[in-house]
């Protein structure tokens, strides 16, 4: 099983990014799927999940309203649309498969055994 997250990058404060996330070796059409990340210094939180079927979604209190989540199970992809960045959002971001299929979004990392490398978002003040 493999995850590979790109689209990480810098960016100034309102500004977005796109990063994505693409997954082999695995049905991925199975599993919710989440997006965590970790700041300098701090530890790894839960930002964003969306269900095996892409039609429940679930955000950390901090991205509400400036963050959206989607997959695409044809292409074994999940993204995470990051508008009116902040620099306080500065972290690698990481995607992670769920432990268990067909079952709601954890959110908590205990709730994933699949974790990718991460991607890192830089945005500038």
């Known amino acids: 099983v493999q995850l590979q997250a790109s689209g990480g990058g810098l960016a100034q404060t309102g500004g977005s990014l796109r990063p994505s996330c693409v997954a082999s070796e695995f049905t991925f059409s199975r599993y919710a799927m989440a997006w965590f990340r970790q700041g300098p210094g701090k530890e790894r939180e839960f930002v964003s999940g969306v269900s095996w079927s892409g039609l429940s979604t679930n955000y950390a209190e901090s991205v509400k309203g400036r963050f959206a989540v989607s997959r695409d199970n044809a292409k074994n992809a999940v993204y995470l649309q990051a508008n009116s960045l902040k620099p306080e959002d500065t972290a690698v971001y990481y995607c992670?498969?769920?432990?268990?299929?067909?079952?709601?979004?954890?959110?908590?990392?205990?709730?994933?055994?699949?974790w990718g490398l991460g991607t890192l978002v830089t945005v500038s003040s």
């Open positions: 992670a498969a769920s432990a268990g299929t067909w079952g709601p979004i954890p959110v908590n990392e205990n709730g994933y055994n699949t």
